[in-house]
C-alpha cells in the first residue's frame, strides 16, 4: 500500500513519543509568506532538506536553484541536512551538483554520514539494509549486505535504505530479531519521502517496528542539528531550518533552537491543507511559505 499524507501522518503521531521533545515554548502561530525570498534577510544561516525543498524524488526544484544562488549571493551560510542514506556522500553530492547546486562537501550532511561515525569503533559484522547492488565501502567497520545467512549470523542491523524492502523481509528481521536481539542502527528515520508520484514507505516506517530498540541517526534527533550548526559555525536564533515535515523538519529545527519554514507547496503536504495537522499535533513552524 503506497501511503499518503494523512496515513503518513498517523504513523508519525504513532511515534511521536520517541521523537524529541523541546524544552521551549511553540510559537503561537505562524506567519504565511510565499517563499524564502520573504526571510532571507532575517537569518544568517539556512539549513535546508533536500526532499521536497530541493527536489521530489530525482527531480530537482527550479525555484530551488534560484533561492539557493540568492542566498550565496546575500552571503547567508547553506548546509544541506538530510535523511537520505542509500548512497555514499560523494554519490549524493554528484547528484547536487548535476542538478546545478554548487554545494562544496563541508556543506552537505546527510544522516548515512551520522551513522557510520556511530559506527565507528563498534566491530564486529553489520548487515546492511539498503538498495540492491549499494556499496558500503565508505562505512567503518564490516558492513556488508544483508542475506538470510545474516540473519541469524550479523552482530548489528545498520538500516539505510528501504527501496527494496517487503512485509516478507520485514517478518524475517523482526522473528530473527526476537530469537536473537542484536542492535539497529536506522540512518534514516523518515517514515515516508515524496516522489514524483506520492510517497515511499523510508527505513523510519520499518525500523519503529521492530521487537528491540533502535538507535536513530538523522532529523528530527538532535545529534543531526548539532553537527549542522557546529559545520556552520553560527548560534542556532540566527538559523532556520526549512522542510517540508513536521515530525522531522520542524520539530527537530525547533528543538535545536533555529526558527523553522515549513514547505507546503510541494513535498510532503502538496495538495493539503497543513493547519489540522498543526493544530493537532502542536508543532507551530515560524513561518508557513507555499514554495522553496
Same mark, same amino acid.
Given at each position: 500500500?503506497?501511503?499518503?499524507?494523512?496515513?503518513?501522518?498517523?504513523?508519525?503521531?504513532?511515534?511521536?513519543?520517541?521523537?524529541?521533545?523541546?524544552?521551549?515554548?511553540?510559537?503561537?502561530?505562524?506567519?504565511?509568506?510565499?517563499?524564502?525570498?520573504?526571510?532571507?534577510?532575517?537569518?544568517?544561516?539556512?539549513?535546508?532538506?533536500?526532499?521536497?525543498?530541493?527536489?521530489?524524488?530525482?527531480?530537482?526544484?527550479?525555484?530551488?536553484?534560484?533561492?539557493?544562488?540568492?542566498?550565496?549571493?546575500?552571503?547567508?551560510?547553506?548546509?544541506?541536512?538530510?535523511?537520505?542514506?542509500?548512497?555514499?556522500?560523494?554519490?549524493?553530492?554528484?547528484?547536487?551538483?548535476?542538478?546545478?547546486?554548487?554545494?562544496?562537501?563541508?556543506?552537505?550532511?546527510?544522516?548515512?554520514?551520522?551513522?557510520? #561515525? +556511530? *559506527? %565507528?569503533?563498534? @566491530?564486529?559484522?553489520?548487515?546492511?539494509? !539498503?538498495?540492491? /547492488?549499494?556499496?558500503?565501502?565508505?562505512?567503518?567497520?564490516?558492513?556488508?549486505?544483508?542475506?538470510?545467512?545474516?540473519?541469524?549470523?550479523?552482530?548489528?542491523?545498520?538500516?539505510?535504505?528501504?527501496?527494496?524492502?517487503?512485509?516478507?523481509?520485514?517478518?524475517?528481521?523482526?522473528?530473527?530479531?526476537?530469537?536473537?536481539?542484536?542492535?539497529?542502527?536506522?540512518?534514516?528515520?523518515?517514515?515516508?519521502?515524496?516522489?514524483?508520484?506520492?510517497?515511499?514507505?523510508?527505513?523510519?516506517?520499518?525500523?519503529?517496528?521492530?521487537?528491540?530498540?533502535?538507535?536513530?541517526?538523522?532529523?528530527?534527533?538532535?545529534?543531526?542539528?548539532? #553537527? +549542522? *550548526? %557546529?559545520?556552520? @559555525?553560527?548560534?542556532?536564533?540566527?538559523? !532556520?531550518?526549512? /522542510?517540508?515535515?513536521?515530525?522531522?523538519?520542524?520539530?527537530?529545527?525547533?528543538?535545536?533552537?533555529?526558527?523553522?519554514?515549513?514547505?507546503?507547496?510541494?513535498?510532503?503536504?502538496?495538495?493539503?491543507?497543513?493547519?489540522?495537522?498543526?493544530?493537532?499535533?502542536?508543532?507551530?513552524?515560524?513561518?508557513?511559505?507555499?514554495?522553496?
Amino acid at each position: 500500500m503506497r501511503p499518503d499524507a494523512r496515513w503518513a501522518f498517523a504513523r508519525y503521531r504513532a511515534i511521536a513519543h520517541r521523537l524529541p521533545q523541546p524544552a521551549r515554548p511553540w510559537p503561537k502561530h505562524s506567519y504565511r509568506i510565499l517563499d524564502l525570498d520573504y526571510v532571507l534577510k532575517r537569518y544568517d544561516g539556512f539549513i535546508l532538506d533536500a526532499f521536497g525543498v530541493l527536489n521530489i524524488g530525482e527531480g530537482v526544484l527550479e525555484q530551488a536553484l534560484k533561492r539557493v544562488a540568492t542566498m550565496r549571493a546575500l552571503g547567508k551560510k547553506v548546509m544541506v541536512l538530510t535523511n537520505g542514506a542509500s548512497a555514499p556522500r560523494a554519490e549524493a553530492l554528484a547528484k547536487y551538483r548535476g542538478w546545478g547546486f554548487d554545494f562544496a562537501d563541508t556543506e552537505v550532511i546527510a544522516s548515512r554520514d551520522l551513522a557510520a #561515525a +556511530a *559506527l %565507528a569503533g563498534r @566491530g564486529g559484522l553489520w548487515a546492511g539494509i !539498503a538498495p540492491e /547492488g549499494a556499496g558500503f565501502a565508505d562505512l567503518p567497520g564490516d558492513v556488508r549486505a544483508l542475506d538470510n545467512d545474516l540473519l541469524g549470523r550479523a552482530d548489528g542491523f545498520l538500516f539505510l535504505g528501504s527501496q527494496d524492502w517487503t512485509d516478507a523481509k520485514q517478518a524475517a528481521l523482526v522473528a530473527a530479531l526476537k530469537a536473537r536481539p542484536r542492535p539497529v542502527i536506522c540512518a534514516n528515520p523518515d517514515i515516508v519521502a515524496p516522489r514524483e508520484d506520492g510517497f515511499t514507505w523510508e527505513p523510519g516506517h520499518w525500523a519503529h517496528q521492530l521487537p528491540v530498540p533502535v538507535e536513530y541517526h538523522g532529523k528530527p534527533f538532535a545529534g543531526a542539528f548539532d #553537527a +549542522a *550548526l %557546529a559545520a556552520m @559555525g553560527l548560534p542556532p536564533e540566527q538559523v !532556520a531550518m526549512v /522542510g517540508d515535515t513536521l515530525h522531522t523538519d520542524i520539530l527537530g529545527g525547533h528543538a535545536a533552537g533555529c526558527a523553522t519554514v515549513l514547505i507546503t507547496g510541494h513535498g510532503f503536504f502538496k495538495g493539503v491543507d497543513p493547519d489540522s495537522f498543526i493544530e493537532a499535533t502542536g508543532i507551530v513552524p515560524t513561518f508557513i511559505a507555499d514554495e522553496t
